[in-house]
Every structure is written in structure tokens, then in C-alpha cells.
């Protein structure tokens, strides 16, 4: 008899969306992944993505067992072993690099998967316990979270679905319809109610298309613009001036500040008309209730933590936070109640600080010889959840760093990525449909719990389960490892993640996903989670950055020159999630291949027409894709859609060849989006 099961699950992706999945498995065999309908977020919709999980989990080319390098470093060429010999090998050579000194053992892990049991538990139990060395997870976010804290004291904002009753949306550095799908269906609703859309991004993209207005402004130049707003908002006394009194720190710098930037000298910053920032600013002050989704994609440049500051300080200054439907949201993640401290169990480092290393600057680090200042040379690093050699920036040292013949590298992932081309050891992972995960979300206020919906595909385990076999390997090299929480299994790990919170685990087992207690309009009243408790216009404590206090705009590092005279951005392709999926057939089809947009001005001066194949160059190295001629790119700036593999690239590259591995100016973060470059057309391929 067909025995058929619903199993409710979360989307693992790093996405603001998290959304509630259903999954129908047949006889064992998982036949699709729907929305759940229950989740109000998720409302029984997911992107094209994850609607083709199956596919993904069921692919010809998942790695089911674990494998060895047999070819040089980097050349991909593998043969299977067996668990037993992996992880014997695995944990006899990390051991003996421990004895030595553990911080030449380096973890490197992003959001692969957002769970916390698979992404955040046993793994930095294993390497907290082994002394190895931190790892500072910059590659994404840092920026701008480190930037929300030091105003608002902490990754909180409005609530999502309060957006829906908002009058005025500003959609800033984000391309909702494609990364931030179900915060759109908000704003989707907004506008039927007559709310005005406007999109604030250098490239038109499908969001700015159905938007009311576009400012299409260069990269880089956001806090020039937030502050003329401010300028505007000041001398029309468009202000809220009780709650500026009140609920913030710094006003009278502040205005003195944005009264040094009228609306002509930032048009001319940002490449704008000075009256598109005049019509900004008066919708801005003159609407109730206005409201601003932030995203990620504005701080991925030099200044991307001032510019943060900047438009963090609008709403105060119209007392937008009063309603619910005003405000800002750039991550709601601060809300989350997980219990990280009894899942990561930071207490295993005993006495021991081990230096901490930037996952943004890898190359560097892999190509360090080791001294005083830097410690030991990384000897042996091991990656899992990311795919460091297509998404880290200047990724030609990236790559050299990884094919270091004396560096041990042992690779956790479901596909032989670029990454994994470059291991010693790949093990098999288990994908979400696979094992247990509990998730929250940095851009709703649930909590959501993965079930297993089917077995673990030919021999892969979970990534838990694979550093708890590890710390049992290393059990009888070191008896520390022997301890009881390094046998926790992942539904405790689960479990543990929420115990004692207003999270009931049984209500999670219940219906998938459970509620935050929240209230609605988190700074209506003030009460902002900075030491003040107000809005931080001025915050003395930047000081130690050396920087300014106040927000300011910050020019881009590669300001464009004769010789590389375009600004490249390279945001995320719709089809793709960094580089994840890159290698399903289907999304890869409709992302067709790596493209570069550009404005036709820039086009003719170059003599390119649309699908002519180009090398996009700078001083680090050479990119050649094909030229996408589609009204999305603005004059001065280039677009190459990301993340393709490397190895996909026709010449083995992707557009992180011509990335650098400068860091922002709060968050010591990667600055993908403040790159110089030039294009020329390519000879035809042979
Ligand atoms: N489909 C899809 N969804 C995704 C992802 C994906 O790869 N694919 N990635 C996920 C991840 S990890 C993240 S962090 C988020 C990223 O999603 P977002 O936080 O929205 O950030 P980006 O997509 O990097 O950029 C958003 C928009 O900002 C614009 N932008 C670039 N530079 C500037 C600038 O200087 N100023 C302004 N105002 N805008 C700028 C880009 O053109 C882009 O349209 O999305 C997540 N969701
Ligand atoms: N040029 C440029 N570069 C960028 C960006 C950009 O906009 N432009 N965006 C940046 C951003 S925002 C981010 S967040 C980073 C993202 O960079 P990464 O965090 O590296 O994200 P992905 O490329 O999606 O790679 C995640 C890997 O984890 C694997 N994985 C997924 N689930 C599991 C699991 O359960 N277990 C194991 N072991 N593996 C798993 C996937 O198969 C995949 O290979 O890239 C950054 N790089
Ligand atoms: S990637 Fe984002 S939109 Fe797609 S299913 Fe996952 S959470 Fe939802
Ligand atoms: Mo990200």
C-alpha cells in the first residue's frame, strides 16, 4: 500500500523569508515541497528556487559518500572511502596539528543552511573544545548589523507584515522580488491600498520596475542621499520635534551635519537630480505612516556602516516609529530567543582566546606565512555551509590559498563545488529534507522547526552528526572530547535551542513554526536597546573605529579612473542563492549564463552589442561573460549577476576575480559592491 506523509519543515537558505515548508513524501521518496498555507509569511508560496528542492536533493552529481583526493590539489579528482577510514584519517591529522598549535586549525562556515543545529551546535563545540581559531563571520551582513546596533542597539525593527499598512515604502538596497520575496507581498499589499513605492538601487531591477519611483543612484553614495533628505526634512520642519527631544542622542550634531548637505551638492554625489531628492523628502515628511525595508545590498561597500547610520536616523526624525506601519526594518534577527550559549558551549575554550580570522579577507589569510602579529600559518581548515572559493572576494587568491599543497582541507557539502574541488575530504551532508533543524528569521519573528522528511540520501549525515562522530574519533586521542555534550543528538540540540524561552517545543512539533511575543511598534515609545535607551544619532563609541561619530558619507575605494572607468555591482541572480543551485539544470537555464548588464552608452562607446562575449578586467584579474544590453544597468555602472561556479565560467572565473578584500568601515566587512573595472569585447571563442 502507497503510504503518503506531509512533513512540515523551514526553508534553510540564507534568506530573509524562512519560510514554513510542507513536504508530500511517497513510499520514502520526497515528491515536492510546497508552502505551508498555516504560515502566515509564507502563505503556501515559495520562490522558483526552492520549489524545485527536489530536484536538488535527488541530483545526479550529490556527493552520497565520503571521498579522498587522489588528483593534485584543486584538480577535483576524488575516490571514495569509507567513513571509518575519513574520519580516522580526519581526526588523527587535526589532532596532530592541535598538539602543535590548535589556532593553525581554521572553521570556515556561513549560511549554507540558517539552522541552528546544522549551521551553530556541535560544530563550535568541536572546534571551541579543539582551541582552533575563530572565525569572524563578516561576509554577508556585518556592516549593516554592526551599524543598526551602534544606532538602535540591536538587529530590531519593524515588523514585516506591517508593511501592508504602510502609506509610503522606501524598498533601499534591496531587490525584494527577488531575495526578499514574501516581504513584497506585503508591500504588494500596501500599494492596492494606495501606498506610494519607491525604489532606491543603481540598477533597475525587477522591483524597481514595479515601483511608483526609482532613484537610481551610484553605488556608494547612500549617505549622501539619506542626509540631503535630512537637510530637506530640517529646513521644510517636516520634524517630529517631541520625539527627537526624547527618544534620541546627537540631534543638534546631527542637523548641523545634514545642513552641510543641500540637495544639490548630494545629487551630485549620487548622480541624481536635485529634485528627485526634493520629491523624496517631502513624501518622506509629509506621509504617515512611512516606512523603509533596508536591505543588505547598500552596505557592501566602503561606507556601507555610515550609510546604515544614515538611514537609520530618518525615521526618528520624522517620529515615523509612533505607528506600526512606520519605521524601518533592516534584520529582525535581534529577536530571536535561541539559547546560542548552551548550544555553541563558548565555556570549552577553558582559559584559552584564540585569535580570530576575517572569513572576508580568505585569500589573505590562506596566503599568510604565519609571524608575530598574525600567529601560526593556517595549516588545516575545514568548510562547511559555503562555498569560499566562488563567494569570497579577489577569489584568484582564494583559490591559490586553497590549492596550497600543505594546507589540509576537509570540505562538508552536498556537491563538489568550487570549494570542494579543493579538499583533501569531501563528506556527504544531509540536505533539510534530510535531517532535524530549528530556525528563526531575520526578516519575520517566527520560529520554525525542520523535521526530517526522508531518510539521508545514500550515506550522507548530518553536519551535527558528522563533528559528533568526529569528537568521538578524537575520544581517544583526547579524553575532553569523550564528554557527555558531544553526544547530544540533533533533535536534543533542537530542543535545547529554545528550552526556557517563550518558544514551546510542542507547539513547534504541533504546527511548525511558533510565534515571538513581540510588541507591535517596538520604538514607539522610545526604548531603544542602546545604552542611552535613545536613537543613536552620535554615537561616542565609534570613536574607538576611528571613526567619525556622527554618520557621514564615505566615498567608495575605487573611485572609477580612465583606466578602470566603471562601478561594478554584482547582486545575486534571482534563480540562484549565492552560489547555491547554481548547478540546477532548470534555475541555471533561466539565469542562461554569467552576464554582464551594462547602460547602452557605455555599450556603444565600446563598440559591444547585447550577447557580445566580454572581458571585464581590473588589475586583479579577468572575467569573461557575455553582455546583457536590457535598460537595467545606469550609465557609469555594470552589473554582473552572481553567483556562478567558478568552474562554470568560460574562463574559469566568476565575478569574484575582480572583487578586493578591503573591509568596510564598521563591521569589517566585504566590499563586493565598491569595484572598479573596465569591459572589452572579446575575441569569438575557438
Ligand atoms: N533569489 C535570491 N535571493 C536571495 C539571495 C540570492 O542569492 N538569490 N541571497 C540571499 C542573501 S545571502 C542575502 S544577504 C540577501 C541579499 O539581498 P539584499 O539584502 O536585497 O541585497 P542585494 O541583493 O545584495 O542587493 C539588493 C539591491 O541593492 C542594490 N545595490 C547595490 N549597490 C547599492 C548601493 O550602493 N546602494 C543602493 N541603494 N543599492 C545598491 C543592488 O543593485 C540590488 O538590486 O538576499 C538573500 N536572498
Ligand atoms: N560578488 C559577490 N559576492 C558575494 C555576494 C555578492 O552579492 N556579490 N554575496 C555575499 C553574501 S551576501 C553571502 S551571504 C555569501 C554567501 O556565501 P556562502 O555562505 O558560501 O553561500 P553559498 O554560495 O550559498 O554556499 C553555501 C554552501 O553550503 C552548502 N550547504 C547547504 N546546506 C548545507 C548543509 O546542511 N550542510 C553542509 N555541509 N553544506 C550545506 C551548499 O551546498 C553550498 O555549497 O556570498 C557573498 N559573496
Ligand atoms: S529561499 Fe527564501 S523565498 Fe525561497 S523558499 Fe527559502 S525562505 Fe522562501
Ligand atoms: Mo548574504
Redesign the pocket.
Known amino acids: 500500500m502507497t503510504h503518503i506523509a506531509q512533513v512540515r519543515g523551514a526553508c534553510?537558505h540564507?534568506c530573509p523569508d524562512t519560510c514554513a515548508l510542507v513536504t508530500t513524501v511517497v513510499d520514502g521518496t520526497a515528491i515536492k515541497v510546497q508552502g505551508n498555507q498555516e504560515h502566515a509569511h509564507t502563505g503556501g508560496v515559495l520562490c522558483a528556487k526552492v520549489s524545485k528542492y527536489t530536484e536538488r536533493t535527488y541530483h545526479a552529481e550529490r556527493v552520497l559518500q565520503p571521498l579522498r583526493r587522489v588528483g593534485p590539489k584543486g584538480s577535483g579528482r576524488f575516490e571514495p572511502v569509507s567513513w571509518e577510514q575519513a574520519l580516522d584519517d580526519i581526526a588523527a591529522r587535526l589532532h596532530a596539528i592541535a598538539q602543535r598549535d590548535p589556532e593553525a586549525i581554521l572553521p570556515y562556515s556561513?549560511?549554507?543552511?540558517m539552522?541552528m543545529v546544522?549551521g551553530e551546535s556541535m560544530d563550535r563545540r568541536f572546534f571551541h573544545q579543539l582551541g582552533a581559531s575563530l572565525l569572524d563571520r563578516t561576509?554577508?551582513?556585518s556592516a549593516g548589523s554592526e551599524a543598526l546596533a551602534a544606532t538602535y542597539g540591536g538587529k530590531l525593527g519593524m515588523r514585516v507584515e506591517f508593511f501592508a499598512e504602510s502609506r509610503l515604502i522606501l524598498i533601499w538596497g534591496s531587490n525584494s522580488i527577488a531575495s526578499n520575496l514574501h516581504f513584497w507581498r506585503y508591500a504588494q499589499e500596501a500599494k492596492r491600498q494606495g501606498a506610494k513605492l519607491v525604489c532606491i538601487d543603481p540598477r533597475k531591477s525587477e522591483t524597481a520596475d514595479k515601483c511608483h519611483e526609482h532613484l537610481q543612484l551610484l553605488p556608494g553614495t547612500d549617505a549622501a542621499l539619506a542626509l540631503a533628505l535630512m537637510h530637506e526634512l530640517i529646513v521644510n520642519d517636516w520634524l517630529d520635534h517631541d520625539y527627537l527631544a526624547q527618544h534620541t542622542q546627537g540631534w543638534d550634531a546631527l542637523k548641523a551635519r545634514a545642513l552641510q548637505w543641500p540637495p544639490e551638492r548630494a545629487a551630485q554625489v549620487c548622480g541624481l537630480e536635485a529634485e528627485q531628492i526634493r520629491r523624496l523628502a517631502r513624501d518622506y515628511g509629509t506621509t504617515k505612516p512611512a516606512a523603509i525595508r533596508l536591505n543588505?545590498g547598500m552596505q557592501?561597500v566602503r561606507g556601507g556602516g555610515n550609510a546604515v547610520r544614515a538611514i537609520a536616523c530618518l525615521p526618528a526624525l520624522v517620529g515615523a516609529w509612533r505607528e506600526r506601519a512606520g519605521g524601518l526594518l533592516l534584520s529582525s534577527s535581534g529577536a530571536s530567543p535561541f539559547k546560542r550559549a548552551a548550544l555553541q558551549m563558548p565555556q570549552l575554550l577553558g582559559p584559552r582566546r584564540p585569535r580570530t580570522l576575517n572569513m572576508s579577507t580568505i585569500g589573505d589569510v590562506l596566503l599568510h606565512q604565519g609571524d608575530a602579529a598574525f600567529g601560526p600559518r593556517v595549516e588545516a581548515v575545514v568548510v562547511?555551509?559555503?562555498?569560499?572559493v566562488?563567494?569570497?572576494?579577489e577569489s584568484a587568491k582564494v583559490a591559490a590559498g586553497f590549492a596550497r599543497e600543505d594546507l589540509f582541507t576537509v570540505v562538508?557539502?552536498?556537491?563538489l563545488?568550487d570549494t570542494a574541488d579543493h579538499a583533501d575530504y569531501v563528506l556527504p551532508?544531509?540536505?533539510?529534507l534530510e535531517?532535524w533543524d530549528i530556525h528563526g528569521s531575520y526578516g519575520h519573528t517566527d520560529v520554525l522547526l525542520n523535521r526530517p522528511a526522508i531518510a539521508p540520501q545514500g550515506q550522507a549525515r548530518?553536519?551535527a552528526q558528522i563533528f559528533r562522530d568526529l569528537a568521538a574519533r578524537m575520544a581517544s586521542l583526547d579524553p575532553a572530547f569523550a564528554a557527555a555534550h558531544f553526544q547530544d543528538s540533533d533533535e536534543a540540540l533542537c530542543r535545547m535551542a529554545v528550552a526556557d524561552t517563550a518558544i514551546d517545543f510542542e507547539e513547534l512539533l504541533q504546527q511548525g513554526f511558533a510565534h515571538i511575543p513581540l510588541p507591535e511598534a517596538p520604538f514607539a515609545a522610545g526604548g531603544f536597546a542602546t545604552p542611552s535607551g535613545k536613537c543613536e544619532f552620535d554615537n561616542p563609541a565609534l570613536a574607538r573605529l576611528g571613526i567619525n561619530t556622527l554618520p557621514d558619507h564615505v566615498p567608495n575605494y575605487e573611485a572609477p579612473t580612465t583606466e578602470f572607468p566603471l562601478a561594478m555591482i554584482?547582486?545575486?541572480a534571482r534563480n540562484f542563492?549565492?552560489?547555491?543551485f547554481a548547478n540546477v539544470a532548470s534555475l541555471a537555464r533561466m539565469e542562461e549564463r554569467p552576464l554582464l548588464e551594462l547602460h547602452p552608452d557605455d555599450a556603444a562607446a565600446r563598440g559591444i552589442a547585447d550577447g557580445d562575449r566580454l572581458r571585464v578586467f581590473n588589475a586583479r584579474g579577468e572575467h569573461v561573460c557575455h553582455a546583457a544590453i536590457n535598460g537595467r544597468a545606469r550609465a557609469g555602472v555594470v552589473v554582473g549577476l552572481?553567483?556562478w561556479w567558478r568552474k562554470h565560467g568560460e574562463n574559469g572565473t566568476n565575478?569574484?576575480e575582480l572583487?578586493h578584500q578591503q573591509l568596510s568601515d564598521i563591521g569589517r566587512a566585504?566590499c563586493?559592491y565598491d569595484c572598479a573595472v573596465q569591459v572589452a569585447k572579446a575575441e569569438i571563442a575557438a
Open positions: 534553510p540564507d556561513y549560511a549554507g543552511t539552522g546544522q561576509i554577508c551582513a543588505y557592501r562547511y555551509n559555503s562555498n569560499p566562488a563567494v569570497a572576494p562538508l557539502d552536498h556537491f563545488t551532508a544531509t540536505t533539510q535531517h548530518s553536519n554584482s547582486p545575486p542563492l549565492n552560489s547555491t552572481g553567483l565575478v569574484n572583487t566585504p563586493f
